[in-house]
């Protein structure tokens, strides 16, 4: 899971679109009323929403700490909050199944 994370950041961190879509799975869950990503090129049109809109993915990364959920160990999920905001309501989940681990789903728990 580490050195999954450690790809996934830095490629977030660089601006490497095409290394977060390979890491990703579909469909990548999004929150209520917005459509799930189905396929890479949505992920693409869709990356500044995902990764910058409410939040700023390349500032909250380098600091985030994976979160395993206790009673699912092939799921984690990392918190970031709104730009300017001290809560940390947008939620990225990451999945592993059998390709490794991978980015599934995006979501703002205040919503």
Not at 19 to 31: G, N
Not at 43 to 68: D, Q
Not at 87 to 93: A, G, K, N
């Amino acid at each position: 899971m580490e050195m999954f994370w450690e790809k996934f950041r830095t490629a977030i961190v660089k601006g490497d679109k095409e290394t977060v879509v390979a890491l990703s799975a579909y469909p990548i869950s999004m929150p209520y009323g917005i459509k799930d990503i189905r396929n890479r090129a949505q992920l693409l049109k869709n990356y500044r929403t995902i990764f910058f809109y409410e939040g700023n993915a390349a500032k909250c990364f380098p600091k985030a700490k994976p979160m395993v959920d206790p009673q699912n160990s092939k799921e984690f999920t990392i918190a970031c909050s709104i730009t300017g905001g001290i809560d940390e309501p947008l939620q990225y989940t990451f999945t592993r199944g059998r390709n490794g681990w991978r980015f599934t789903g995006f979501d703002n728990v205040n919503e």
